[in-house]
């Protein structure tokens, strides 16, 4: 009553109605607009605000944050009713960070106020985070200084492209929530543009959560593809021998070995941490040609 008693008529009208005005949630990933996980988060963040879903119409899993110049950016409304709620959506011809592009460009009305890529089928630790398009699509709005939310449940190799059919997503759903409110309300520290969030296949919403670094090795190893008469193939992948050997503090020991759902502050800038007085020291002194 205070701030609007300065105001008269019409923009004291205005004033009110920006103030209630919900927040935006821009909700994407990189397994499909048909992806049960995703459907899951938006169920989940229903009461957080106005949601908008503009994620790829197809899967799009090891796509990072490409845009390649070969789909069409073709959009379908997609809208579907969640809860007795209608939710404004879309499937795009396009990789999930060129879903964010599509999203921020041509369909949200205004910035949105949280980006949330997930539920991902599947874990997305180690220096993986870079093969993701879950984390990829998360970049994308960090890109735009969007908050941004990449959350992943661990579930079998068999299962991370098409997810499993008796998966129970309530952990992750009430993860999503907890880490959305902390994103819309609290302003997080410099350099932490993206929380990289992973969930055990076993977990529950009382599965305790700790801060974790990235392992700076390969959890999916790659394997050799198998070739049919030297026609085309693609390689695999297979978990690491030994994830309880890795560092203590690392997303996948925490992850893999104890149990906890891993926290992983990631940052858009990629330079390295090292010294730079010592390395201009090491280029000086070598001869380049």
Not at 34 to 47: D, Y
Not at 66 to 80: C, F, Y
Not at 159 to 175: P, R, S, W
Request: glycine content about 8%.
């Amino acid at each position: 009553m205070t701030f609007c008693s300065s105001l008269r008529g019409f923009d004291c009208v205005v004033s009110l109605s920006l103030n209630m005005e919900k927040p935006l949630i821009l909700i994407t990933n990189d397994d499909g607009i048909e992806s049960k996980g995703l459907w899951a988060v938006v169920e989940a963040l229903l009461p957080l605000g106005e949601l908008l879903v503009v994620a790829p119409d197809r899967q799009w899993s090891g796509a990072g944050r490409s845009m390649p110049h070969h789909v069409t950016g073709r959009l379908t409304p997609a809208d579907r009713q969640v809860q007795g709620q209608w939710v404004r959506a879309y499937a795009v011809d396009a990789t999930p960070a060129l879903a964010v592009s599509h999203g921020l460009l041509e369909l949200a009305e205004r910035k949105p106020d949280l980006l949330v890529s997930g539920i991902n089928y599947g874990e997305n630790l180690s220096v993986e985070v870079t093969i993701s398009g879950t984390v990829g699509a998360a970049l994308e709005g960090a890109a735009e200084a969007i908050p941004a939310l990449a959350i992943s449940l661990a579930m079998p190799i068999s299962q991370h492209l098409n997810g499993g059919e008796m998966v129970d997503y309530a952990a992750a759903q009430a993860y999503a929530v907890r880490f959305s409110r902390l994103l819309l309300e609290r302003r997080m520290p410099f350099d932490v543009d993206v929380l990289n969030v992973n969930l055990p296949s076993d977990a529950t919403p009382e599965t305790p959560w700790r801060l974790a670094r990235l392992l700076r090795r390969r959890y999916f190893e790659p394997t050799a593809p198998e070739r049919d008469n030297g026609g085309s193939a693609r390689p695999g992948y297979r978990l690491m021998s030994a994830p309880i050997a890795t560092e203590p503090d690392s997303d996948v020991h925490l992850l893999v070995a104890q149990g906890f759902v891993t926290v992983t502050p990631l940052s858009l800038d990629m330079t390295s941490r090292v010294d730079f007085g010592e390395l201009e020291k090491l280029i000086a002194s070598s001869r380049l040609v």
